[in-house]
């Protein structure tokens, strides 16, 4: 233990952090240890992280001193916020800020900051497309993690541009919904344009992979993507793979923005960025390097396979 690179992991209970907490336990001989961030040391994720040998540490991306702590004596960070707990692009850069700040203190020698691209350069502001979020996003949780690069900069940080999870058919109530003529559907602002998307699990043996190649990424940016599917060849992935029919349905964004759950606006934006500039979007991530870091890269149907019965069916 004493001589190898602690990596301190931020979001370590979550989705991301999760997944390199796993990927760097599942190699002990691999030269890392895991330093395992949480605010509840005692709840039971972070209790099973302990169990299968991660260091847990409690720290608040609020309180800066809290993070100094955290990372004071570790090789690396992998830095990540979470926006879906706030919905504030404002604060998702507050504690982005914290982040740089303990990293620098600690002298880090390589940080991972999980960002995202900035919406609002493929527009001009007086584009009428889509609405302005929050005054001044297109995308609040892409913009404001964009934004938030800069506190890293000076740093050794690697700029992680993740996708959308397919995990979120699960996680995050976006799954295909069933109607009453047992067919199952789902509506997005996607039009016939794919969607840059990856298994959450893979995004964590990424980072692993970055923090593993040493010197290579540092100063880089690195667009990561499992598959580009529009979301009839999703709709016919899962019909197979689950043994049900899915319809997708093509909406307007603005439909879509007025469902009216919590942040379909953000959403409803989110998916038009990848409808309407589907080029760009996919431009900025790449399978190859992608699964250059992370051979066990999966496909959406390998996704499936795993993780079909976790997808609510009802
Ligand atoms: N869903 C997608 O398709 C997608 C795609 C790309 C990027 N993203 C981005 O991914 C981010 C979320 O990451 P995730 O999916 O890994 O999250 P997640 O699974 O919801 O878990 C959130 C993690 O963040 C930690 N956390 C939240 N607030 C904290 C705070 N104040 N102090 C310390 N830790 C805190 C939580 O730790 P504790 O609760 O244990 O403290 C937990 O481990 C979002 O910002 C989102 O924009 C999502």
Redesign the pocket.
Known sequence: MENKKVIAV??????????LVRAILADPNGGFACRA????PS?D??RALAGKGADVVK?????VDSLKKAFAGAYGAYC??????HFSGEK?KA?AKNLAEAARTAGLKHVIW?T?EDTRKLMAPSDTRMPMLQEKYRVP??DA?HEADAYFAGLPVTYLV????W??LY??GLGPKKGDDGVYTWAFPMGDKRLAG?A?ED?GKVAYGIFKAGTQYIGKTVGIVGENLTLDQMSEKLSKGLGIVVKYHAVEADAYRGFGFPGADEMGNMFQVYRDFEREVLGARSIEVTRSLNPSLQTFDDWLAKNKSKIPLA
């Open positions: 931020v979001g370590a209970t979550g989705a991301q952090g999760g997944g961030i949480t605010r509840d709840k994720q972070a720290a608040d991306l609020d309180d990540v916020t979470n926006f879906w707990e998702e504690q999980s995202l949780h892409f993690k993740t996708s959308f999870y995990d979120n996680a995050f990856i959450v995004i």
